[in-house]
Nanobody
Framework: QVQLVESGGGLVQPGGSLRLSCAASGIIFSIYTLNWYRQAPGKQRELVAVILSGGSTDYAESVKGRFTISRDNAKNTVYLQMDSLKPEDTAVYSC??????????WGQGTQVTVSS
């Protein structure tokens, strides 16, 4: 009932673009902070983008200027537009919906591979 489902991952060439989607169900979507994380093999999980309920955004320095997070509350969906992709962006990308000390919900993740 309560779930996040990511989609849009895949294989892209360096310099290419990809748009990830995360569809939520079973929550009052509009009140949640939404996050995109990524984890590459052998590396720690990294927070890459945040969008607050009011629409403010923040990004990891490594993706700033290349990635854009957005949300469509009418569709209960958060997006991550990824441009100018680099091989080091290769990772499993997961979405997360959070209300501090109240709720913390995770999707299963979607693989993004950047390779020629």
């Amino acid at each position: 009932q309560v779930q996040l489902v990511e989609s849009g991952g895949g294989l892209v060439q360096p310099g290419g673009s990809l748009r990830l989607s995360c569809a939520a169900s079973g929550i009052i979507f509009s009140i949640y902070t939404l996050n995109w994380y990524r984890q590459a093999p052998g590396k720690q999980r990294e927070l890459v983008a945040v969008i607050l309920s009011g629409g403010s955004t923040d990004y990891a320095e490594s993706v700033k200027g290349r990635f854009t997070i957005s949300r469509d509350n009418a569709k209960n969906t958060v997006y991550l537009q990824m441009d100018s992709l680099k091989p080091e962006d290769t990772a499993v990308y997961s979405c997360n919906a959070k209300i501090h000390r109240v709720a913390d919900i995770w999707g299963q993740g979607t693989q993004v591979t950047v390779s020629s």
